[in-house]
Antibody, heavy 120, light 106 residues
């Protein structure tokens, strides 16, 4: 069974750094495209970043230059390194598996989310 | 950037009602459109991908349609477990979600 388990969230001061992890028992992270989606409290979903199975990475403009998506194949884990955090980065962060088809893609399995709060 | 606009933002309906949610893209996205359901405190769940393909395990009362810029999600007979927020999402150019449609009990 596909499972995604996020961790690493917490309270962090503005300007600080945090690394989120997403463990994936049940399937191989390196063989899949993976991404992060976030949701600010009481708000909608916002796509954050994707890493494809070749290692290419893409980011939303709102996090480009501050966040880095990566994976550790030996640990079968996806990461999101978040630097220079701002109050507007406060959100629940979800990792999700990406399935590609005929030029498009969709997110079929999601983790339970981890809350990041940026506040002094 | 492609903007996705859902309407309505919220609706009230009764069990058994037919419900339709609309999603409009700011430019043509062919059929690269997905729909998700989210319940409070839970992760989103994929319902439909490629505008009209039902994800495995999703009840057949859910259906999707449209192409280009205009899309619909229809629930043919609303069930108690369907009260939730629904999001559309495009994958034609990067990825963008609509703002969500909350389906509430009348």
């Amino acid at each position: 069974e596909v499972q995604l388990v996020e961790s690493g969230g917490g309270l962090i001061q503005p300007g600080g750094s945090l690394r989120l992890s997403c463990a994936a028992p049940g399937f191989t992270v390196s063989g899949n495209n993976m991404n992060w989606v976030r949701q600010a409290p009481g708000k909608g979903l916002e796509w954050v970043s994707i890493i494809d199975n070749t290692g290419r990475t893409y980011y939303a403009d709102s996090v480009k230059g501050r966040f880095t998506i990566s994976r550790d194949n030996s640990k079968n884990t996806l990461y999101l390194q978040m630097n220079r955090l701002r109050a507007e980065d406060t959100a629940v962060y979800y990792c999700a598996r990406v399935i590609i088809y005929d030029g498009g893609d969709y997110f079929d399995y999601w983790g339970q989310g981890t809350l990041v709060t940026v506040s002094s | 950037d492609i903007q996705m606009t859902q309407s309505p933002s919220s609706l009230s309906a009764s069990v058994g009602d037919r419900v339709t949610i609309t999603c409009r893209a700011s430019q043509s996205i062919s059929t690269y459109l997905n729909w998700y359901q989210q319940k409070p405190g839970k992760a989103p769940k994929l319902l439909i991908y490629a505008a009209s393909t039902l994800q495995s395990g999703v009840p057949s009362r859910f259906s999707g349609g449209g192409s280009g810029t205009d899309f619909t999600l229809t629930i043919s007979s609303l069930q108690p477990e369907d009260f939730a927020t629904y999001y559309c999402q495009q994958s034609y150019s990067s990825r963008t979600f609509g703002q969500g449609t909350k389906v509430e009990i009348k």
